[in-house]
Nanobody
Framework: QVRLVESGGGLVQAGGSLRLSCAASGHTFSSYTMGWFRQAPGKERLFVSAISWSSDSTYYADSVKGRFTISRDNAENTVYLQMNSLKPEDTAVYYC?????????????????????WGQGTQVTVSS
């Protein structure tokens, strides 16, 4: 079992920044691919960003490229999402997820159905 706990969400004005954190349980965090997804009310859950277990690959949705940065600290069992230049359309519940089978490739990193564990989510609200 892997437990994921997100934090760092909140209310911010457009153009502002937030840093989301996701703390994972377990001693094999360094072998997990980690992803961030978001879901707005009435909408499907969408891919935001992912980082491979080795940190040699990162992926971003086109809508966040150049504004968001994903990183991980394997010593702290934590993955981060630095979000800059936030827009009202970034408003959503943000979820982190873990893929534990070390699959590689764009399809696996960006497909929510390929992830094995999910956090409870953290709300991000960007006001205009």
């Amino acid at each position: 079992q892997v437990r994921l706990v997100e934090s760092g969400g909140g209310l911010v004005q457009a153009g502002g920044s937030l840093r989301l954190s996701c703390a994972a349980s377990g001693h094999t965090f360094s072998s997990y691919t980690m992803g961030w997804f978001r879901q707005a009310p009435g909408k499907e859950r969408l891919f935001v960003s992912a980082i491979s277990w080795s940190s040699d690959s990162t992926y971003y949705a086109d809508s966040v490229k150049g504004r968001f940065t994903i990183s991980r600290d394997n010593a702290e069992n934590t993955v981060y999402l630095q979000m800059n230049s936030l827009k009202p359309e970034d408003t959503a519940v943000y979820y982190c997820a873990a893929e534990i089978n070390r699959r590689r490739g764009y399809y696996y990193y960006t497909n929510p159905y390929e992830y094995d564990y999910w956090g409870q989510g953290t709300q991000v609200t960007v006001s205009s």
